[in-house]
């Protein structure tokens, strides 16, 4: 009898043991899975639903096979748009297609969202900072919720960004096959006139006038004035379209980026983008790309200020002191994009004269 009382004993300790055992790994499971859900938590200060992103659907399924009859719509219109940029980098572009590879310096615009699996490459003047703002407080793990309380200078500071030339030559071919890739485009002469608007007529950019202003008067102006040379703070669009147009320009290395082409910027020949949004749909192709990621119903892409945009009109008036032959120079220069973005020759462009 005692031999049996004794296996008792020592058969109750060792079930006590096993359950105390069962109940400490319980708990250390519990912990373990609070600890990976509450980082996700701060990752996602959207409060988007993560298994839309990193389960059945996400921005790229979304895009090429849309769950929702409006999201189908839209599919149509950026399917003809990716058209039209095969078929123009067929057709027109076979002295790019010779340089198959690009460097990290090609790269440097192509701004990396790890957390929802974007690359946004940027074009200056093509609301740029806004897009910076929206893709900082997608990026900021929580430390932004409105793009519009970013300073606008804050948006350009490079460090808040992570750009694609940043990674290993593996980490870029994984993003560049997997990430959502799109980009923003505008009418090339409206926005060649936005940016000499922004940069030579306003008196804060200074750093403008000194680093392009000054050449471009000692270059152009006949009997140019010691002053206007010093200071280069009042560049003619004339004398801007010569600078352009000057095969002098071309020697002395890259545009910038500011009047560079979108194709040079973002190398939609080497590239294949999912999406060409348009400046002239900004909000509608901007709010669509949100909902795409999945966060169109908490992040609003911010509306932009219409008095003071370059327009059509505006534009025509700019040109309409430059000779035909500068006019055929300057539509040469930007001739992929209007080829590739399917932008029709302006009206007030006087080619045939």
């Given at each position: 009898m005692k031999q049996v009382l004794s296996e008792l004993?020592?058969?109750?300790?060792?079930?006590?043991?096993?359950?105390?055992?069962?109940?400490?790994?319980?708990?250390?499971?519990?912990?373990?899975?609070?600890?990976?859900?509450?980082?996700?938590?701060?990752?996602?200060?959207?409060?988007?639903?993560?298994?839309?992103?990193?389960?059945?659907?996400?921005?790229?399924?979304e895009l090429y096979?849309?769950?929702?009859?409006?999201?189908?719509?839209?599919?149509?219109?950026?399917?003809?748009?990716?058209?039209?940029?095969?078929?123009?980098?067929?057709?027109?572009s076979a002295s790019s297609r010779k340089r198959r590879v690009l460097t990290p310096g090609?790269?440097?615009?192509?701004?990396?969202?790890?957390?929802?699996?974007?690359i946004y490459c940027y074009v200056p003047k093509v609301a740029?900072?806004?897009?910076?703002?929206?893709?900082?407080?997608?990026?900021g793990r929580g430390k932004y919720s409105d793009?519009?309380?970013i300073p606008s200078n804050?948006?350009?500071?490079?460090?808040?960004?992570?750009?694609?030339?940043?990674?290993?030559?593996?980490?870029?071919?994984?993003?560049?096959?997997?990430?959502?890739?799109?980009?923003?485009?505008r009418e090339p002469f409206e926005r060649l006139v936005s940016a000499y608007r922004n940069k030579f007529t306003l008196k804060y950019n200074s750093s403008f006038h000194k680093r392009f202003g000054t050449r471009i008067i000692k270059r152009y102006r006949k009997n140019a004035m010691q002053e206007a040379?010093?200071?280069?703070?009042?560049?003619?669009?004339?004398?801007?379209?010569?600078?352009?147009?000057?095969?002098a320009t071309q020697r002395d290395g890259p545009l910038n980026e500011h009047w560079q082409t979108v194709y040079q910027l973002c190398h939609p020949c080497h590239i294949h983008y999912d999406m060409v949004g348009k400046y002239e749909t900004l909000e509608e192709d901007a709010n669509y790309v949100l909902r795409l990621v999945g966060v169109g119903d908490s992040l609003r892409f911010p509306s932009y200020a219409k008095s003071t945009r370059t327009t059509d009109?505006?534009?025509?008036?700019?040109?309409?002191?430059?000779?035909?032959?500068?006019?055929?120079?300057?539509?040469?220069?930007?001739?992929?994009?209007?080829?590739?973005?399917?932008?029709?020759?302006?009206?007030?462009?006087?080619?045939?004269?």
């Open positions: 004993r020592r058969t109750s300790r060792i079930c006590r043991m096993v359950l105390a055992t069962c109940l400490g790994s319980f708990i250390l499971v519990t912990f373990y899975f609070q600890s990976m859900f509450q980082p996700v938590m701060r990752r996602n200060p959207l409060m988007v639903d993560e298994s839309f992103r990193k389960g059945s659907r996400n921005a790229l399924q096979n849309p769950s929702q009859l409006d999201l189908s719509t839209a599919a149509v219109l950026h399917q003809s748009r990716r058209d039209q940029v095969l078929d123009a980098c067929s057709v027109y090609d790269l440097k615009h192509l701004v990396v969202d790890d957390d929802h699996e974007l740029c900072t806004n897009w910076k703002r929206v893709m900082m407080v997608l990026t793009p519009m309380e804050e948006a350009h500071v490079p460090s808040n960004l992570k750009t694609l030339n940043q990674y290993t030559i593996a980490e870029i071919n994984h993003r560049l096959k997997n990430y959502f890739k799109f980009f923003f485009v040379m010093l200071n280069g703070d009042d560049v003619k669009f004339k004398e801007f379209v010569e600078y352009l147009i000057d095969p009109t505006m534009t025509a008036q700019f040109f309409s002191n430059i000779s035909s032959q500068q006019q055929v120079q300057l539509y040469n220069l930007y001739k992929m994009d209007f080829l590739m973005f399917n932008y029709s020759l302006p009206g007030y462009l006087r080619l045939d004269q």
